[in-house]
């Protein structure tokens, strides 16, 4: 089993909420981005990655605009399910960006970052931002080509921070997403097949038909979508 959800900004409430709960080994929780629980580097905070890192089912998520990055950028990385991950703790795990993951036999594409000037934060990802962590830079984006490229342009769900920009403009945030990684985004939406794209970053829960989904509280079960 699949399940995903929204910005969780360092509240593990959400890990209480009982479809989680019922998860077995092997199954996964991913977390649309502002994952927020690796943030200060504390012996508490280390202390609550180590707990969520030994439940039996796998809790991977996606880097938002809204993460410590420099703590992110201690943890060491490594290939797993066909991809670059970042190993948290245990079966905690960043997916990293632009990378495609074998996973409960469904591909997978990642594609964490953007921009966090929902908030009041920083300017719009573009070539000039590219060197703060939260914007892809242009060797994570042609690296992102070429493993959608190998995987035939072919996947069965994308799980991302931003949306597309065409996507942000019909949920009425369009004015937000023209940047950089809104218009990639775009470009993967119409070169690449895929079942169901999540993305996390408006705080709403909402389906855009016919295939993708905003979410942010609630806890999708990816499996029952058609």
């Not at 019922?22 to 580097?41: A, F, P």
């Amino acid at each position: 089993m699949i399940l995903i959800t929204g910005d969780v900004h360092g509240d593990i409430s959400r890990f209480s909420d009982k479809k989680i709960r019922r998860l077995k080994k092997g199954d996964t929780l991913i977390v649309c981005g502002d994952m927020g629980l690796i943030w200060n580097g504390s012996d508490k905070e280390k202390k609550l990655l180590k707990k969520l890192g030994r439940r039996r089912y796998n809790i991977l998520f996606v880097e938002g605009a809204h993460e410590n990055f420099d703590e992110l950028e201690k943890y060491p990385s490594e290939m797993w399910n066909g991809g670059q991950t970042r190993v948290i703790s245990g079966n905690l795990r960043q997916l990293m960006r632009g990378n495609i993951f074998d996973i409960g036999g469904k591909k997978i594409f990642a594609f964490g970052g953007g921009s966090g000037e929902e908030n009041g934060g920083s300017a719009p990802c573009s070539e000039e931002t590219a060197a703060r962590y939260e914007c892809p830079s242009v060797t994570e984006l042609e690296e992102s080509d070429r493993n959608l490229a190998a995987a035939g342009k072919t996947v069965d769900y994308v799980v991302s921070y931003e949306p597309p920009v065409s996507i942000a403009d019909f949920l009425g945030f369009g004015a937000l997403a023209a940047d950089n990684v809104g218009i990639y985004l775009d470009t993967v939406r119409h070169e690449v097949r895929f079942g169901v794209w999540f993305f996390g970053k408006y705080h709403i829960n909402k389906t855009v038909p016919p295939r993708f989904m905003a979410v942010f509280d609630s806890v999708i079960d990816a499996g029952s979508l058609k």
